[in-house]
């Protein structure tokens, strides 16, 4: 794992509340990135907890995944956010852990298992804006790439810090308009859900 923070500054970002929670998950990376005054951060958003006995720590209930985000240092808000779940339903635990966070002017992409592959929507939500797309690509890394048009042998020679910040930076940039939905309406046009253990090697 890639960590070059100190909690000093991350106390100064909106990760701060995520990571004194312990929704700061299974981090790939989590530190500055190649940016001046950007905090990073890969890895899976912990959105519900079983009950914990005494002190023992319990794995996550429910995750966002393959998560990628950055906030800049005193900035209260994240200004790009992406990450897969498995229902479109987890939309509303993800709006309402990241809660204060959000900002009508981040840029917030979901990849749900459970959307029609043919359909992209805007998904307003606790006053930011959600991108809500199927999972094509296999990964949201692979994802943001191919929504993007970034050339991923462009990227390949830099660090995974280089890699965060050059999907943040056309993220941010990312001016495209979907169908606007409400939350209502996906839950009523979303798939079932894939029960993710199904067909895995025992």
């Known amino acids: 794992m890639t960590d070059t923070i100190s909690h000093h500054e991350l106390d100064e970002t909106p990760l701060a509340r995520l ?3 312990g929704r700061l ?3 790939v990376f989590r530190g500055h990135t190649n940016a001046p005054r950007r905090i990073g951060f890969r890895g899976e958003l ?3 907890f079983g009950p914990r006995l005494a002190d023992e720590a319990r794995p996550p209930e429910l995750s966002c995944e393959q998560v990628m985000a950055v906030a ?3 900035d209260p808000h994240l ?3 992406a990450g897969w779940l498995l229902s479109f339903e987890y939309l509303r635990d993800v709006a309402e852990v990241l809660g204060n966070v959000l900002s009508p002017r981040g840029k917030y992409f979901l990849f749900c298992d459970n959307v029609d592959l043919s359909r992209r929507y805007q998904v307003p939500y606790n ?5 809500v797309l199927p999972i094509v690509e296999s990964t949201v890394y692979n994802e943001m790439l191919e929504l993007l048009h970034l050339e991923k ?3 390949k020679t830099k660090d995974t810090a280089g890699k965060l910040d050059a999907v943040a930076d056309a993220a941010i940039l990312f001016e495209l308009s979907f169908d606007t939905i409400s939350y209502a309406e996906g839950l009523e046009a979303m798939g079932p859900v894939r029960n993710p253990n199904e067909n895995r090697p025992v």
Do not use: C
Request: no cysteine.
């Open 19 to 21: 990571q004194h929670q």
């Open 25 to 27: 998950l299974n981090a």
């Open 46 to 48: 912990a959105l519900r």
């Open 72 to 74: 800049d240092v005193n």
């Open 79 to 81: 200004s790009f956010f």
């Open 127 to 131: 006053g930011a804006v959600f991108y």
């Open 153 to 155: 042998s462009e990227l």
